[in-house]
C-alpha cells in the first residue's frame, strides 16, 4: 500500500510539472533533464525583430507650406443676360419666319413677318384723307383772303369773314387727325415684321407660319437669349461670406465656374453684386456674377459649382486631403514623432480643395502625416514607413 501511495504522488507531482512547465513557456525537455532554472528571455537583436514585426506600415506625407488661394463655394444657376419673348403686337397671317431654331442673331435682324397688306392698305387710306384736307384747306384759305379783301370795302360782312376762318382752322385740324393717324398705322406696318431686339440665340419657335396670330393671345412666338456675356445666380451660406470678410454690395471679386464634377473650369468670370437680403429659411444669401462665355459653354437653366476668390493666404499650411480624419471631438490627423510613433494630432480646416487641405490651427510645418494605413494605428503605435501599401484585395496567385 505505501508502494502504490508513493507511486500515485510521484506520477502527480510530474503531471504538475509537465501543466506548470507548459503554460510557462518553459521547454518540457530541459525540466525533465533535470535543469535547475529556467533559459532566459530573448533581447538583443531578435527582439528588435520582433518589434518592427509588431509596427504598423503606414505612407507618409510631409506639411508644407505654400502661397494658398481661398476660396468661397456655392451652387449657381446659369441665368441668361437677357431673355425676350417675341409675341405679335398687330393681328394677322404668319408669312414667314426668317430664321432656323438655334440661329444665332443679331439686333435688327428680322425673324418673323406677318401679313403687312391691310396695314399698307390703311396707311395709303390715311395718306389720301390727309391729300383731301390738304386740298380743302388750300380752297379755304383762297377764299378767306377774298372774304377779307370784300371785308375792307364793305363789301362782305364780319360773319362771312369768320366763318371762312372757321374752315381754315378745321381743315388744319382735319390734317392734324390724318398725320397722327398715318403715324399710327405706319407703326403698326412696323410690327408686321419682327426684329430681334438684342444680340442673341432663337429657341424652339411655338408658332408655325401660316397662322393667324392675334395680339391679344399674348402668345410667345419664340424666345430669344443672350448668351454673351452671361449671369450666374450663386448660393452661399451668409455665415461663411461674413467669414471670409464680404459684405453686401462687394464686386469684383473672381469667380470661377466649374462642371458639376468639380474638375472641368468652363469660365472666369466676377461678381457683380451681393444681395442685400438674406433667406431666414436656409441662412443663405446670393451673389450675381456675370461671364463673358466666349466659348459658349454656360447655358441658361444650367446648375454649376462656383468658386469665388475671396482671398490668398501667403506660407498657408497645406496637406493631403487624405489626411485628415474625422472623429467625434473633430478633425485631426496621425503626425508621425522622430521616434517614428503615430499619435492624433487635432486640426482645424480651413478648406479642402482637391487633394489638399488647408489647415487653419494645430500643424506647424515640416511634420509628417499619415496619408495611408491610418486604420490600423492606435495612440502611441509604432508604425514603419513605407512608399506604398500593398493591395490587399489583390488575388493571390495559385502555386499548387
Known amino acids: 500500500m505505501r508502494v502504490k501511495h508513493f507511486l500515485f504522488l510521484a506520477a502527480l507531482a510530474l503531471?504538475?510539472?509537465?501543466?506548470?512547465?507548459?503554460?510557462s513557456g518553459y521547454p518540457i525537455r530541459a525540466m525533465l533533464a533535470g535543469a535547475a532554472t529556467p533559459p532566459a528571455p530573448v533581447t538583443g537583436p531578435a527582439n528588435a525583430a520582433d518589434d518592427r514585426a509588431d509596427a504598423v506600415q503606414v505612407v507618409v506625407a510631409p506639411v508644407t507650406k505654400a502661397?494658398?488661394?481661398?476660396?468661397?463655394?456655392?451652387?449657381?444657376?446659369?441665368?441668361?443676360?437677357?431673355?425676350?419673348?417675341?409675341?405679335?403686337?398687330?393681328?394677322?397671317?404668319?408669312?414667314?419666319?426668317?430664321?432656323?431654331e438655334g440661329d444665332d442673331v443679331k439686333i435688327g435682324d428680322p425673324l418673323i413677318i406677318i401679313d403687312p397688306a391691310p396695314y399698307q392698305a390703311k396707311v395709303a387710306?390715311?395718306?389720301?384723307?390727309?391729300?383731301?384736307?390738304?386740298?380743302?384747306?388750300e380752297n379755304a384759305k383762297?377764299?378767306?383772303?377774298?372774304?377779307?379783301?370784300?371785308?375792307?370795302?364793305?363789301?362782305?360782312?364780319?360773319?362771312?369773314?369768320?366763318?371762312?376762318?372757321?374752315?381754315?382752322?378745321?381743315?388744319?385740324a382735319d390734317i392734324a387727325e390724318d398725320d397722327a393717324q398715318i403715324q399710327f398705322y405706319?407703326?403698326?406696318?412696323?410690327?408686321?415684321?419682327?426684329?430681334?431686339?438684342?444680340?442673341?440665340?432663337?429657341?424652339?419657335?411655338h408658332v408655325d407660319p401660316g397662322n393667324l396670330i392675334r395680339a391679344a393671345d399674348n402668345t410667345n412666338i419664340v424666345t430669344v437669349v443672350q448668351m454673351q456675356?452671361?449671369?450666374?445666380?450663386?448660393?452661399?451660406?451668409a455665415?461663411?461670406?461674413?467669414?471670409?470678410?464680404?459684405?453686401?454690395?462687394l464686386s469684383d471679386l473672381p469667380v470661377f465656374a466649374y462642371a458639376q464634377d468639380g474638375v472641368q473650369l468652363l469660365d472666369r468670370g466676377k461678381v457683380e453684386t451681393v444681395n442685400n437680403v438674406v433667406d431666414p429659411s436656409t441662412g443663405t444669401i446670393t451673389l450675381k456674377a456675370s461671364f463673358p462665355n466666349e466659348r459658349s459653354r454656360l447655358w441658361p437653366g444650367d446648375f454649376v459649382d462656383c468658386r469665388i476668390l475671396v482671398e490668398r493666404r501667403h506660407d498657408g499650411i497645406t496637406v493631403p486631403s487624405a489626411a485628415v480624419q474625422h472623429g467625434p471631438k473633430g478633425d485631426f490627423v496621425w503626425a508621425i514623432g522622430p521616434d517614428l510613433t503615430a499619435r492624433p494630432q487635432p486640426?482645424?480646416?480651413?478648406?479642402?480643395?482637391?487633394?489638399?487641405?488647408?489647415?487653419?490651427?494645430?500643424?506647424?510645418?515640416?511634420?509628417?502625416?499619415?496619408?495611408?494605413?491610418?486604420?490600423?494605428?492606435?495612440?502611441?503605435?509604432k508604425v514603419t514607413v513605407v512608399p506604398e501599401l500593398a493591395d490587399e484585395d489583390a488575388e493571390v496567385p495559385n502555386t499548387q
Open 229 to 237: 456675356p452671361i449671369y450666374i445666380i450663386i448660393t452661399v451660406a
Open 142 to 172: 383762297i377764299n378767306l383772303w377774298r372774304v377779307q379783301q370784300l371785308l375792307a370795302h364793305d363789301f362782305a360782312t364780319q360773319k362771312t369773314t369768320d366763318s371762312e376762318a372757321a374752315l381754315v382752322s378745321e381743315y388744319t
Open 347 to 381: 486640426v482645424r480646416v480651413r478648406q479642402t480643395l482637391g487633394d489638399t487641405a488647408l489647415i487653419d490651427r494645430g500643424l506647424d510645418g515640416g511634420e509628417k502625416v499619415v496619408i495611408d494605413g491610418e486604420f490600423h494605428l492606435r495612440p502611441g503605435s
Open 125 to 137: 387710306q390715311w395718306q389720301a384723307t390727309k391729300q383731301k384736307a390738304q386740298a380743302q384747306l
Open 15 to 23: 503531471v504538475s510539472a509537465g501543466v506548470y512547465a507548459w503554460y
Open 67 to 100: 502661397d494658398v488661394p481661398i476660396y468661397l463655394s456655392g451652387i449657381g444657376t446659369v441665368l441668361a443676360y437677357n431673355t425676350i419673348d417675341n409675341k405679335a403686337q398687330v393681328d394677322g397671317v404668319i408669312l414667314s419666319m426668317n430664321f432656323k
Open 186 to 205: 405706319q407703326t403698326e406696318l412696323g410690327f408686321t415684321t419682327i426684329r430681334s431686339p438684342i444680340n442673341g440665340r432663337t429657341g424652339i419657335r
Open 239 to 249: 455665415r461663411s461670406l461674413a467669414q471670409a470678410g464680404s459684405s453686401p454690395g
